[in-house]
């Protein structure tokens, strides 16, 4: 019937219609590269009569596939990361399979468990499979360990270099401390050991170091120094069962007064020791402010008052005056009545 033939016609017709809309939508999608695999097999479900290829597990390039398969040199290049070595597959014969460098060396392991990049490799040759790795958790937990592995190393070679031309410094400063020689030619010794070749003491001016090598280094070191023996000083002080104390004061050449204060005392190897603990300015040199000046130098490095069982200092009046002098006071205010006074020509 020709009405029924025409129905027919126009169904096809119709048909065909609908299949080419599909075909030039699924060809507008498929332009785009930057698509997940996900889109591609939904895709592939809608147009079923396409030949695309979603998951190629070989290193073959099969007909319309959307991905290039089969290795390629230059990724080793972009991916740094990225290890190819030959494996034999299923049936025995070699292929290329892919490992991650850093998940090998940091056992990071997919959040399943897997292990796939790190002890088994990966078959599927694809360049968007390296990048989907590239951009795994697992791969940046690797990443982020790598980091912190490379800047703890980074730290530990500055440290040891800085330690280094620190060390070599402080030589070059004692060499001129026990050579009676002025602190401020060590800007002038440095200079001639770097040229001498000494290479550590280079570092030192590395970092725009102009300071490094200048007077606020000496004065830097001297305090470290000044630090470590006092600390070393009163440490075995303080194990001594007791100790005198030797005072001296003097005017320096701005006129501003001084008080030095050494000690005598036992060391940990039972000899006797004398050590200077402090050198503090004075606003006066008064019985009363001296007096206190000694027992608040001695309080604040944690030595016990009552542990000094002898004094002494020149023969001036305001140190061994009997009504008020410095001894005089120390035995009334520490109630030292033992302490043992006397000048420092006669000290025992
Ligand atoms: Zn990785």
């Known amino acids: 019937m020709p009405s029924q033939k025409r129905r027919l016609a126009q169904q096809q017709n119709g048909n065909q219609k609908v299949a080419k809309q599909n075909c030039s939508i699924t ?60 494996e034999p597959d299923s049936s025995g014969n070699n292929t290329d399979v892919m490992y991650c460098k850093l998940c090998k060396k940091h056992r990071t392991y997919g959040y399943n468990g897997s292990k ?35 800047v703890s190393d980074m730290t530990a070679k500055i440290a040891t270099t800085a330690q280094k031309s620190i060390r070599d410094a402080l030589k070059v400063l004692y060499f001129l401390i026990s050579h009676n020689l002025p602190l401020d030619m060590f800007s002038s010794f440095i200079d001639l050991c770097i040229e001498l070749g000494a290479t550590n003491l280079g570092n030192l001016r590395l970092a725009k170091c102009a300071s490094y090598s200048s007077w606020d280094i000496v004065q830097e070191l001297l305090d470290i120094l000044s630090s470590e023996v006092t600390t070393t000083v009163i440490s075995d002080m303080q194990k001594s069962p007791s100790y005198s104390v030797m005072v001296d004061e003097v005017s320096d050449n701005r006129t501003i007064k001084h008080l030095a204060i050494c000690a005598r005392y036992i060391n940990p190897a039972g000899e006797i020791q004398n050590s200077l603990i402090t050198d503090v300015e004075l606003q006066n040199a008064t019985a009363e402010t001296l ?35 410095v001894a005089t006071r120390l035995k009334t205010s520490i109630h030292l009545l033992s302490l043992y006074t006397a000048e420092i020509i006669d000290l025992p």
């Open 27 to 86: 060809s507008f999608f498929n332009k785009d590269s930057t698509r997940t695999d996900e889109t591609t097999s939904v895709e592939t479900n809608i147009t079923s009569n396409q030949d695309v290829v979603a998951q190629p597990i070989t290193p073959s390039k099969p007909k319309n596939s959307k991905h290039k398969t089969g290795f390629d040199a230059a990724w080793l290049t972009a991916f740094t990361w990225l290890l190819v070595v030959k």
């Open 116 to 150: 796939t990049w790190v002890d088994i490799g990966y078959r599927c040759l694809r360049r968007d499979k390296i990048k989907e790795h590239q951009d795994s958790d697992q791969h940046k937990d690797a990443l982020k360990q790598e980091v912190n592995h490379t």
């Open 291 to 325: 007096t206190k000046t000694i027992s608040t130098e001695l309080t604040n490095h944690q030595l016990n008052l009552q542990d000094m069982t002898g004094f002494a200092s020149d023969g001036a009046a305001v140190f061994l005056g009997k009504k008020t002098g």
